[in-house]
């Protein structure tokens, strides 16, 4: 069984842009959860979409967002980038809502400019 | 405030030996631990996951242990290899709705020939 992708791997962008990041599950896990990781903050959660609808959010501010497609891939997108975005950004899948059994995936790397 | 550390917070041993990490918590209501293994510039692998009941669990050369009343935990790692090299996560969950996770900062091991 496939395992947890995420794309691109690598992005880097500019102040003041937008980005969105792709992740797929594992098949048949119907929940996506998002986190951020810093060498200062450490890993820090950002979202967790079951069935596409947000089933919880962590302390971010709105120029997070994110959504999950009836497929259960989800997007997550970042606005008005700033350069404390720069980051490791993780995605996590596991069958029900939750984050019991979660399987990450390789994180996509942000580096803002 | 609901809290995670972890000590030490970076180790160097040599190959062949044995190591054990710490993990502290305050959170409450308790749900789960987990330890985590991520290596530079990959997600984090799920090692093992502990409840209230457990407390020992074992992954091949990962044996987790947990005091529930103390509200600490450790990660023991028997005769370790170059491949062991990665940082070491603790997780725990709070008992809530959601199962919301708070992350160590993790334990950054290296293992030298």
């Known amino acids: 069984k496939a395992g947890v992708t995420q794309t691109p791997r690598y992005l880097i962008k500019t102040r003041g842009q937008q980005v969105t990041l792709s992740c797929s599950p594992i098949s048949g896990h119907r929940s996506v959860s998002w986190y951020q990781q810093t060498p200062g903050q450490g890993l820090q959660f950002l979202f967790e979409y079951f069935s596409e609808t947000q089933r919880n959010k962590g302390n971010f501010p709105g120029r997070f967002s994110g959504r999950q497609f009836s497929n259960s891939r989800s997007e997550m997108n970042v606005s008005t980038l700033e350069l404390g975005d720069s980051a490791l950004y993780l995605c996590?899948?596991?069958?029900?809502?939750?984050?019991?059994?979660?399987?990450f995936g390789p994180g996509t790397r942000l580096l803002v400019l | 405030k609901n809290q995670v550390e972890q000590s030490p917070q970076s180790l160097i041993i040599l190959e062949g030996k044995n190591c054990t990490l710490q993990?502290?918590?305050?959170?409450?209501?308790?749900?789960?631990l987990r330890w985590y293994k991520q290596d530079t510039g990959r997600g984090p692998v799920s090692l093992t996951i502990m409840t209230f009941s457990e407390n020992t669990k074992s992954n091949g050369r990962y044996t987790a242990t947990l005091d529930a009343d103390t509200k600490q935990s450790s990660l023991h790692i028997t005769a370790s290899q170059l491949s062991d090299s990665a940082s070491y996560i603790c997780?725990?969950?709070?008992?809530?709705?959601?199962?919301?996770?708070?992350f160590g900062p993790g334990t950054s091991l290296s293992v030298i020939p």
């Open positions: 997780v725990v969950s709070e008992k809530t709705s959601y199962d919301k996770v708070i």
């Open positions: 993990c502290n918590y305050t959170v409450s209501p308790f749900s789960n």
């Open positions: 996590a899948s596991s069958l029900t809502s939750g984050t019991k059994a979660q399987y």
